[in-house]
């Protein structure tokens, strides 16, 4: 659509709701010619070449950048063959009765040859390509001309080059007008009132491109966002540190006629919305982003008395999009504050900025200074990149010699290796054939070595050392991927030997992903943070991490076995502190009398007499104990425990959204998101099956809010 006025339905919502009613406009219902959701194009229609194949796509092909903007699951798609493949698809002939004919496009630009004709006689009376976007967009042409006539719509890919194809879906007849996109509009604006742009956000509404220029006219922050057209749910800042006073023009590749999106962006100081401290849904003492979408931890790193925690973050949106590292920093792991993010797609890194972690340069082997901090990062359009700080991992330099390491992986995990003197990367590599934690090695962090592979892993690896029960001479390493299951073995700094085959789940949780451990821990503790894949609707937030745990070995009769523990530093958050007496179980859950677990440290030691399942009630989810299985459950998570002396002992760090459940002193680790239909409420209450058990003591200590 390489006009200034494209046509197009806008809002998506508008054609679900007129193919149902006519509404309250002119006309009738609309018709629909075709909607591509059974499994083949629908009787009459005919494909010829090889770009279509027999039936609709249901996705984006192998190679194809992610395709978005249809409705339903399928739509055509002539990148079957990838850019190459050619074709056309044409529809069974249709009587034309409405006044316009409507329907969602994308692909190439490539006027007359990827693109939709309307037929009438055999000849082509409308056209129109997409607009080189893999998103489709709504559009259509005015037939009333035509009304009467019989025509036919022609799908075509005579393009084998770049863009070489095109994207349909939803065709329909209607008396309804398509709504009109402007394309690339800007509008300048003065950083005078502060440093942050204020865009409006309509959580869920059509994505466009927005890009910020300086007045040179380079590119400063670029997104994709859910700019509202009018009433917006929240707003989120745009950080123009270092523009205080300069007009900057923000651009967008298109928007609605008659939108509000551009003309309400404003500019503060001031960060919109309620405190993070006031905020009902928000977790008090589980980091989350004061803005918009985070996953992985990144860049775990303790350097300059500061634990730095970076994440993959969306400043913009509730969802996955954008990806920033973002950045908060802490003195105690426990009260952090959100720095500016460090790292931005399309502005800093060449596409996103991917997953990966940070080292500090001691004896600056790099070269960019003594204590200099080095991020690894997927940069999604390089490969394996260095970015280096000079001012303690604030702010950050793309190293021009980038990409450091390039195949079919992601999400660098570097440390190094005192016994060889020289720096170690697991890193994920893909191909075809396996999905493996990749070892690469250095001395300079900047030429980097393949040594060896561990095949069976997915995204985000990890392998670092622990001492059996402290005992730096019994000491073994872990490996694991994102979904946090280990193997332990030996490392001699250019392979991993597991000692068994056999995997073992750090966490028995429903949420935990993507954990990372710290570098340059000043003590030595293996201190581990994960996502916690926790959704808080109706906030300007979502997602979190974990709380940090120090990790252990400990040797138990079953073997050597993780063990994982809050780190001792949250105890700072206790107030309040509650005790209760001992309290007989029965069958009936009792309440604890007074005890609340509204934002809770609650210490719990259960005993089963003859009871055969045990279970403390928190936040409104039961945690219980069943003795024949051995098992501990909680919401659906369940593991494996042997309890000695029929003792359990429970410590719950209830948080909002979040129980983090650790038993017998964190040989079980079990973080819950809370399902949604857990209806949270502040009451312990306790109860058992059979004769005999007791909750022995039950602790509960208030938590102060970290905000
Ligand atoms: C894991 C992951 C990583 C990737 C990042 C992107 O959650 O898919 O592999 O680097 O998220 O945000």
């Known amino acids: 659509?390489?006009?200034?006025?494209?046509?197009?339905?806008?809002?998506?919502?508008?054609?679900?709701?007129?193919?149902?009613?006519?509404?309250?406009?002119?006309?009738?219902?609309?018709l629909l010619i075709a909607d591509f959701e059974g499994p083949s194009y629908g009787d009459g229609w005919k494909a010829e070449g090889d770009a279509f194949g027999s039936g609709p796509a249901k996705g984006s092909f192998p190679k194809q950048r992610k395709v978005s903007g249809f409705l339903g699951k399928g739509f055509v798609n002539s990148y079957l063959n990838g850019d190459a493949s050619t074709g056309s698809l044409t529809s069974p002939e249709f009587k034309i009765e409405r006044d316009y004919v409507k329907f969602l496009i994308g692909g190439g630009a490539l006027e007359g040859r990827t693109c939709v004709n309307l037929l009438v006689d055999g000849a082509a009376v409308r056209s129109m390509a997409g607009a080189n976007g893999e998103e489709l967009m709504p559009a259509g042409w005015n037939v009333s001309d035509l009304k009467?006539?019989?025509?036919?719509?022609?799908?075509?890919?005579?393009?084998?080059?770049?863009?070489?194809?095109?994207?349909?879906?939803?065709?329909?007849?209607?008396?309804?007008?398509?709504?009109?996109?402007?394309?690339?509009?800007?509008?300048?604006?003065?950083?005078?009132?502060?440093?942050?742009?204020?865009?409006?956000?309509?959580?869920?509404?059509?994505?466009?491109?927005?890009?910020?220029?300086?007045?040179?006219?380079?590119?400063?922050?670029?997104?994709?966002?859910?700019?509202?057209?009018?009433?917006?749910?929240?707003?989120?800042?745009?950080?123009?540190?270092?523009?205080?006073?300069?007009?900057?023009?923000?651009?967008?590749?298109?928007?609605?006629?008659?939108?509000?999106?551009?003309?309400?962006?404003?500019?503060?100081?001031?960060?919109?919305?309620?405190?993070?401290?006031?905020?009902?849904?928000?977790?008090?003492?589980?980091?989350t982003s004061r803005f918009g979408w985070l996953n992985d931890p990144n860049g775990l790193v303790h350097s300059g008395g500061l634990w730095h925690l970076y994440y993959q973050?969306?400043?913009?949106?509730?969802?996955?999009?954008?990806?920033?590292?973002?950045?908060?920093?802490?003195?105690?792991?426990?009260?952090?504050?959100?720095?500016?993010?460090?790292?931005?797609?399309?502005?800093?890194?060449?596409?996103?900025?991917?997953?990966?972690?940070?080292?500090?340069?001691?004896?600056?082997?790099?070269g960019f200074g003594a204590n200099a901090m080095i991020a690894f990062l997927t940069d999604t359009a390089a490969g394996e990149a260095i970015a280096y700080s000079n001012d303690n991992g604030r702010t950050f330099k793309y190293w021009e010699g980038n990409p450091v390491v390039k195949h079919g992986g992601r999400d660098p995990k570097v440390f190094w290796f005192q016994p060889g003197r020289h720096w170690v990367m697991a890193v994920y590599d893909e191909d075809k054939e396996s999905k493996s934690i990749a070892i690469y090695t250095s001395k300079n962090l900047k030429e980097w070595t393949f040594q060896s592979k561990n095949e069976g892993f997915y995204e985000?690896?990890?392998?670092?050392?622990?001492?059996?029960?402290?005992?730096?001479?019994?000491?073994?390493?872990?490996?694991?991927?994102?979904?946090?299951?280990?193997?332990?073995?030996?490392?001699?700094?250019?392979?991993?030997?597991?000692?068994?085959?056999?995997?073992?789940?750090?966490?028995?949780?429903?949420?935990?992903?993507?954990?990372?451990?710290?570098?340059?821990?000043?003590?030595?503790?293996?201190?581990?943070?994960?996502?916690?894949?926790?959704s808080f609707k109706g906030s300007v937030f979502n997602q979190a991490m974990t709380v940090p745990v120090e990790l252990s070995l400990r040797k138990s009769a079953e073997g050597v076995k993780l063990f994982s523990n809050p780190v001792k530093e949250?105890?700072?958050?206790?107030?309040?502190?509650?005790?209760?007496?001992?309290?007989?179980?029965?069958?009936?859950?009792?309440?604890?009398?007074?005890?609340?677990?509204?934002?809770?440290?609650v210490l719990a030691e259960l005993s089963l007499g003859g009871?055969?399942?045990?279970?403390?009630?928190?936040?409104?989810?039961?945690?219980?104990?069943?003795?024949?299985?051995?098992?501990?459950?909680?919401?659906?998570?369940?593991?494996?425990?042997k309890l000695s002396g029929g003792k359990l002992n429970l410590r719950i760090l209830a948080d909002r959204g979040i129980l983090e459940i650790f038993a017998n002193d964190g040989e079980v680790y079990m973080p819950v998101a809370l399902p949604k239909e857990i209806q949270p409420d502040s009451s312990i209450s306790a109860g058992a099956s059979g004769e005999g058990a007791s909750l022995e003591r039950l602790t509960v200590f208030k938590m102060e809010p970290a905000w």
Request: glycine share 10%; proline share 5%; net charge neutral.
């Open 1 to 30: 659509m390489n006009h200034k006025l494209m046509l197009g339905a806008g809002a998506l919502l508008g054609f679900a709701a007129l193919s149902v009613c006519a509404g309250p406009q002119k006309g009738s219902a609309d």
């Open 148 to 287: 009467g006539r019989n025509a036919r719509i022609q799908i075509i890919d005579n393009s084998s080059g770049g863009w070489g194809h095109i994207t349909m879906d939803q065709i329909v007849q209607s008396d309804v007008k398509p709504e009109a996109f402007l394309e690339n509009q800007s509008r300048p604006m003065t950083m005078k009132e502060g440093r942050y742009l204020l865009l409006p956000i309509k959580n869920g509404a059509r994505k466009l491109r927005l890009c910020v220029k300086d007045q040179a006219g380079a590119l400063v922050r670029a997104m994709n966002v859910e700019l509202a057209d009018g009433d917006f749910d929240w707003q989120a800042p745009v950080d123009m540190e270092g523009f205080a006073g300069k007009t900057v023009s923000v651009c967008v590749d298109r928007l609605l006629e008659g939108s509000k999106g551009l003309a309400n962006i404003s500019v503060s100081n001031v960060l919109p919305g309620v405190l993070p401290a006031k905020d009902p849904v928000r977790p008090q003492f589980h980091f």
């Open 313 to 366: 973050h969306n400043p913009y949106g509730l969802e996955w999009e954008n990806m920033h590292w973002g950045h908060a920093v802490s003195k105690d792991l426990v009260h952090w504050t959100e720095l500016p993010a460090a790292m931005r797609p399309w502005t800093f890194a060449k596409g996103h900025a991917f997953s990966g972690s940070a080292v500090v340069d001691k004896e600056n082997v790099a």
């Open 460 to 534: 985000c690896p990890e392998l670092f050392p622990l001492a059996v029960d402290g005992k730096a001479s019994d000491t073994r390493w872990l490996m694991y991927g994102a979904d946090n299951q280990h193997l332990l073995g030996s490392f001699d700094g250019k392979s991993f030997s597991p000692a068994s085959p056999e995997r073992t789940k750090g966490n028995y949780g429903n949420c935990l992903y993507a954990a990372q451990t710290y570098n340059s821990t000043p003590d030595g503790r293996r201190i581990q943070i994960g996502w916690a894949r926790a």
């Open 570 to 601: 949250l105890e700072s958050l206790r107030r309040a502190r509650q005790e209760f007496p001992k309290m007989k179980l029965d069958s009936a859950s009792k309440a604890v009398q007074g005890a609340s677990a509204e934002l809770a440290d």
């Open 611 to 641: 009871a055969s399942s045990v279970s403390l009630k928190v936040s409104g989810a039961t945690v219980s104990y069943d003795a024949s299985a051995g098992r501990l459950s909680c919401c659906g998570c369940s593991a494996p425990l």
